[in-house]
């Protein structure tokens, strides 16, 4: 039985039960002294037992384990009393000694039998010096029958009231488990007890398509399972049996085409018991389907790119070919190398050789970004001073920009900046921001270019007074073909040259950032982690090289 407090519902029956012995007690004692051939000890004694049965009345307004055992406490002094006055167990009294376990048997539990046991031991014991002391109780059998049949009666009714309070706790824990199994049964998916070695002890639910109850029983979990996924299945119940909640999918013996989803927890126990596992088993052949559907997807993009990332570069190598031919030709008729042509056609071979141009340079971009998304750009590093670097790109940026009257001027160190790097991407870097710079500024604005060692980093910043960028298109620019701007600043340009800047710096370990604000200008700032020798920035700070641009500007 429980040793903790027992239901609201006994507690009139308990009450009742002390009602009765006190009330019979009571009557007991009166009839003693109203015969009057009772000595006054004996009539004390049967008094001593309606002291507990009144107490018991108190069980209808506070029940808990302290008020009970006190209430036991007090039937075992009770008991002690009558015994020592009534010469114990020798005594007309005698039956009255083993009220407390009797008592105990009404109030229920192990401890309140304990507890009444040891009142009953205590009683026997008192009555023993009693007996030793005074002699033999006097010779009353009919007292002593009646002690004893009212003992018995009071032992029998406690063990009936024991019994139907054991009936209705029963009840009621089996209601608490056909609740929990109807709820588990109400749940999606099949749950299950296993223990560690995979035996299924119990099962709630609907289990899914292609995994059968009746073998798991037989079997167990892990015979269900298809072999190659027993390991991971082994590995989760390992984890689970450690405390932590684990998951696995795995496919049904009987249906490889099908997917079982498992999660699994541990179910704590009793310390002497072998730990067991809650499962709960789902239909996973949905998710693993999508699952199947996104990687081949995935796969088919990917091959999709890898294809067109090597169409990119084998029809850039085709056409640089044939336009290198064109680009030669219309430069050996701009030199007039064979004799003269007409004006008119001048001016077409200059506009020949000018888109040739541009073609050209177009067919580069795009061969740089098929390799560096094809992941075929290998970085060649060298050492070199990046001033020189940048001074040759100003140098070549220094035409167009004195044709748009656009000054361009350039923040260089004193002293060299040495880098090690590749010297392609580098140069790239810094025409890419000075020529989109140019192309962006209005004529009379200016372009400035700063390069700067800033710890283990190469800085270069170029800076520009143009039509500046929206602020939702600077998150959108860096990206291969992306522009921004109305559709003239569109034309004039692929949208490559941002993205090669990105990628190169991404390469060397750098980043590329832009700050912009619309109407004022624009500023890109690439780091690159390349910088072999850091100098301390010199007196009187950066040297400023102006570059003249035409007409004196």
């Not at 012995?21 to 009539?43: I, S």
């Not at 001074?391 to 900046?417: C, F």
Request: hydrophobic letters at 50%; proline letters at 6%; aromatic letters at 4%.
């Amino acid at each position: 039985m429980p040793t903790g407090r027992r239901g609201q519902g006994d507690r009139p029956a308990l009450a009742a039960w002390h009602a009765g012995l006190a009330v019979t007690a009571a009557l007991l004692a009166l009839g003693t002294r109203w015969l009057g051939d009772v000595e006054a000890p004996v009539f004390y004694g049967v008094l001593a037992m309606v002291v507990p049965g009144v107490a018991g009345l108190g069980l209808l307004y506070r029940d808990a384990p302290r008020e009970r055992m006190t209430l036991l406490g007090l039937w075992g002094l009770a008991a002690v009393v009558a015994a020592s006055l009534s010469g114990g167990l020798t005594g007309p009294l005698a039956g009255f000694v083993f009220l407390p376990l009797t008592a105990g048997l009404a109030l229920g539990g192990v401890r309140p039998v304990q507890a009444g046991a040891l009142g009953v031991g205590m009683a026997a014991v008192a009555g023993m010096f009693s007996a030793w002391l005074a002699g033999g109780g006097a010779h009353l059998p009919g007292l002593a029958a009646i002690s004893a049949v009212l003992t018995a009666g009071a032992a029998a009714l406690a063990v009936r009231l024991s019994w139907r309070q054991n009936e209705a706790r029963l009840k009621a824990a089996e209601s608490e488990t056909g609740k929990v199994e109807r709820l588990l049964a109400a749940q999606p998916g099949l749950t299950l007890v296993i223990e560690r070695s995979g035996r299924v002890l119990a099962a709630y639910g609907a289990p899914p398509p292609a995994l059968t109850v009746d073998p798991l029983f037989e079997h167990g979990l892990i015979a269900a399972v298809h072999a190659p996924d027993r390991p991971r299945l082994l590995a989760a119940i390992d984890r689970a049996l450690q405390g932590h909640d684990a998951a696995t999918v795995f496919a049904p013996r009987l249906a490889l085409d099908r997917r079982v989803q498992l999660i699994l927890r541990r179910l704590d126990g009793p310390l002497r018991e072998a730990p067991r596992l809650i499962a709960q088993a789902f239909d996973g052949t949905g998710q693993y389907a999508r699952e199947l559907a996104l990687e081949a997807a995935r796969s088919e993009a990917e091959a999709r790119e890898a294809g067109k990332s090597r169409f990119l570069a084998n029809m850039s190598h085709e056409l640089r070919t044939p336009l290198n031919a064109v680009l030669g030709f219309s430069d050996i008729m701009r030199q007039k190398l064979f004799g003269p042509m007409p004006d008119r056609y001048a001016a077409y071979v200059d506009n020949i050789h000018e888109a040739g141009g541009h073609l050209l340079d177009l067919i580069n971009d795009v061969l740089d970004v098929s390799k560096i998304e094809a992941e075929r750009y290998v970085l060649t590093l060298e050492r070199f001073d990046a001033r020189e670097l940048v001074s040759a790109a100003i140098a070549l940026v220094r035409v167009t920009a004195e044709d748009k009257g656009v000054a361009l001027t350039a923040m260089l160190p004193a002293e060299s900046v040495d880098v090690s790097a590749d010297k392609r991407a580098v140069r790239q870097i810094a025409l890419n921001l000075m020529s989109n710079a140019v192309k962006f500024t209005q004529p009379g604005g200016t372009v400035t270019v700063t390069v700067e060692a800033v710890g283990p980093y190469l800085e270069i910043v170029v800076s520009d007074t143009g039509v500046g960028i929206a602020p939702e298109d600077v998150r959108r620019l860096g990206r291969p073909f992306e522009q921004a701007g109305a559709i003239e600043q569109r034309r004039q340009g692929t949208g490559l040259g941002l993205s090669l800047v990105r990628a190169f710096a991404e390469l060397h370990g750098g980043r590329m950032s832009i700050d912009s604000t619309l109407g004022e200008g624009t500023a890109v700032t690439v780091r690159l982690p390349v910088t072999q020798v850091t100098r301390a920035a010199p007196e009187g700070g950066a040297e400023i090289i102006p570059l003249p641009v035409a007409g004196g500007k």
